[in-house]
C-alpha cells in the first residue's frame, strides 16, 4: 500500500544526514549509493525524499549499478518523481563516470596481466544487453594499438570470424591479440563454442605468427581469463 504520510524534507534533517553537507564535511567515500543519486535528483516529492527516491531507483535494479546504467531515460521516467531532467542527470553521470574509468587506461604503458586487458574492454562491454565479441591488438612492447568490435549477437551469443580478426591484425601490423567477448547474463563459465573457438585462435595465430595472448568473458564487473586458467 502507498505510504501517504508527509516525509520530512532534507532541508530540515541533521547536518550531518544531508548529502550534499555530508560530501562536503565526509568526503565522497561516506556517501551511499542512494545519497549520490539523492544530490543527483536534488528533489523529491511530497511523500518521498530525494535521498528515498535514490533508493527505491536501486532497489528497482537489484541495488546493482550497472542495471541501473542499462535504463534508458523512457525507463526512468516510469519511477514516480522521476522526471526527464532527472533521468537525463542520472544517465549523464553514470556516463561520465565510464568514461573516466577508460580515460585511466592510457596510463599504462603496457599490457603485462588479464586486468590490464579488462579495464581497457570493460567500459564498452559494461552496459551491453547483448552479446558483443571485441579483439584488442597490441605491438611488440605489449602496447595497445586499438581495441575494436568484431561482432554483435543477441542475448543468447554471437559469431566471431577468425579470419575477419586476423585481417584486422595484419592491417594494423598487430603483434599480439587478445580477444573477448561479454555474457549479458552474468554467468562467466565458458561455453563449448567459446572453448573451440579459443582453441581455434591459438592454432591459427602460432601459423601466422600472432600469438592469441588470452581470451576474456566479462559478465558484470567480472571476468575470466583463458589465460589465467591455463586454457591459452
Known sequence: MEDNKVRVPIKYWAEDDKPREKLISKGKEALSDAELLAILLR?????????????????????NLIGLSRLSAEELTRHNGIGEAKAL???????????????EIPVKKTISSSRDA????????ADSLYEEFWVLFLNRANRKISVMSVSEGGQAGTVADPKKIFKMALD???AYIILCHNHPSGNLRPSDADIRLTRKMKEAGQLLDLPVLDHLIIGDEKYYSFADEGQM
Open 43 to 63: 528533489s523529491g516529492t511530497k511523500t518521498r525524499s530525494a535521498v528515498e527516491l535514490g533508493r527505491d531507483l536501486l532497489q528497482q535494479v537489484d541495488n
Open 89 to 103: 542527470s542520472i544517465i549523464a553521470a553514470l556516463e561520465l563516470g565510464m568514461r573516466r574509468r577508460a580515460a
Open 118 to 125: 579488462f579495464e581497457i574492454f570493460y567500459p564498452n562491454l
Open 172 to 174: 594494423q601490423n598487430a
